[in-house]
């Protein structure tokens, strides 16, 4: 299974930005479509999850002003940025988990996309 992610770039901030991710191959079904991020010097971490009931969770620094959702038909997670911040600034990573039409599980990644966001 294959992520392919879509919409970074550079912004200032105040401003808006959506991210897109799409899943391609083998995918008999996705339990989940999330997006991590990584600043510069720092670990990767959680920004973002839905779950296939609709059910998300946020990291505490984007509540309120970051959106998941997602279109199942298309295997698409999306990600609403708003009012962004300078330290919303990282490399932008999408993640899947399901399984194949051999019922075999998966946990995949995207190639991630730069956000960076000018003060």
């Known amino acids: 299974v294959q992520l392919q992610a879509s919409g970074g770039g550079l912004v200032q901030a105040g401003g808006s930005l959506r991210l897109s991710c799409a899943a391609s191959?083998?995918?008999?079904?996705?339990?989940?479509m999330g997006w991590y991020r990584r600043a510069p010097g720092k670990q990767r971490e959680l920004v973002a999850h839905?779950?296939?009931?609709?059910?998300?969770r946020y990291a505490d620094s984007v509540k309120g002003r970051f959106t998941i959702s997602r279109d199942n038909a298309k295997n698409t997670v999306y990600l609403q940025m708003n009012t962004l911040k300078p330290e919303d600034t990282a490399v932008y990573f999408c993640n899947s988990q399901g399984a194949d039409y051999d019922f075999i599980p998966f946990n995949s990644w995207g190639q991630g996309t730069q956000l960076t966001v000018s003060s």
């Open positions: 191959g083998s995918i008999r079904s996705i339990n989940g």
């Open positions: 839905i779950r296939s009931d609709g059910s998300t």
